[in-house]
């Protein structure tokens, strides 16, 4: 089956300091790799996703690039604030496009004021 | 625009009780659900997936069961709860990719 491995499980940084989050996943067949936001006590959030035609999409401070023939692909938190704090979670997709989404195993990013 | 509902947002229930949370969605149709667990410190764990009415699949061996009534009605049951049920149960549903998950149940078995 789909494996996906999400690196680091911790990581704090420096207000303003950018902050990189990297997955790696093991189906060649996976097409749609989504990043989500958890805050504490809430359902995870989806906060912006890439799909296998495209090799990097930004969307203001937040970005995710993705390498198919390395199969992984990493989000850039870039000027992070403390109000990014929060777990974040990679998945891909398995089985292709309709496939069920399976996720990483979260990281815990603190942004120190 | 779509909207998923899960409740309660927590519960605490002793040992070999039932256990139903149920989660609906509204503004699409015939959507994808899926119930996952999320024990502390740990990742997202998928429990069941639906694609249709009365069409449930078990990712994982356990305790719980999972039933589709309607469309758009998605229900997480136990008939005798056990302490390793304990965790954060999320309710999320997908058109093709794109997942977007409820508010999530804090499940503690004492």
């Known amino acids: ?113 | 625009s779509q909207t998923i509902h899960q409740w309660p947002a927590t519960l605490v229930q002793p040992v070999g009780s039932p256990l139903s949370l149920e989660c609906t969605v509204e503004g699409t149709s015939n959507p994808n659900l899926y119930w996952y667990r999320q024990a502390a410190g740990r990742g997202l764990q998928l429990l069941f997936y639906s694609v249709g009415i009365g069409q449930i699949s078990s990712e994982v061996p356990q305790n719980l069961s999972a039933s589709r009534p309607q469309d758009r009605q998605f229900i997480l049951s136990s008939k005798k709860l056990l302490l390793s049920d304990s965790g954060f149960y999320l309710c999320a549903w997908s058109v093709l990719t794109e997942a977007f998950f409820g508010q999530g149940t804090r499940l503690t078995v004492v």
């Open chain 1, 1 to 113: 089956g789909e494996n996906v491995e999400q690196h680091p499980s911790t990581l704090s940084v420096q207000e303003g300091d950018s902050a990189v989050i990297k997955c790696t996943y093991s189906d060649s067949a996976s097409n749609y790799f989504p990043w989500y936001k958890q805050e504490l006590g809430k359902g995870p959030q989806l906060i912006i996703d890439i799909r296998s035609n495209v090799g990097e999409k930004k969307d203001q401070r937040i970005a995710v690039t993705l390498n198919k023939t390395a199969k992984h692909f990493s989000l850039h938190i870039t000027e992070t604030q403390p109000e990014d704090s929060a777990v974040y979670f990679c998945a891909v997709n398995y089985g292709g496009s309709q496939g069920n989404l399976i996720f990483g195993k979260g990281t815990k990013l603190s942004v120190k004021p």
